[in-house]
């Protein structure tokens, strides 16, 4: 299982721990995990493989294929704009094999509209003042 988390550099140390913690549990869902892969404006200790650099950037030019992505970036306390661009999304449609989360504020959710084109909505789990909305291939 190949797996690629979009994250974004974050300040706090429990914006740090919520991140190694996400990878964590990944780690225990997927039994068989033959990279765990991320990309990140700051170094993630808690990765198998990491590359430092735009998120956006990387999707784009990226040639490789992922089982699952998962998106969770933001900038201070506003979600990414570009990750509801089409280009962006049609992007992630190429290189995901399998399934898409986003993690998202309640007031950011309808902004992933293009997600519905290119994927199908599977299910959208609350957690705390966001929303985890999960798509699959």
Do not use: P
């Amino acid at each position: 299982t190949r797996i690629l988390f979009l994250l974004h550099g974050y300040e706090s140390g429990a914006c740090k721990r919520l991140s190694a913690t996400q990878v964590n549990l990944v780690k225990k869902t997927y039994e068989e995990i033959k990279l765990v892969f991320g990309v990140d404006k700051e170094h993630r200790k808690c990765l198998d493989d990491f590359i430092q650099e735009d998120a956006c950037s990387y999707v784009i030019n990226c040639n490789k294929e992922f089982d699952y992505i998962c998106i969770d970036l933001y900038e201070g306390n506003k979600v990414c704009d570009f990750i509801f661009q089409e280009d962006f999304v049609k992007k992630l449609s190429e290189i995901c094999t399998g399934r898409v989360s986003i993690n998202l504020f309640v007031e950011d959710l309808g902004k992933e509209h293009w997600y519905d084109m290119y994927f199908k909505r599977e299910i959208t789990k609350s957690l705390l003042n966001n929303r985890v909305v999960f798509f699959k291939k």
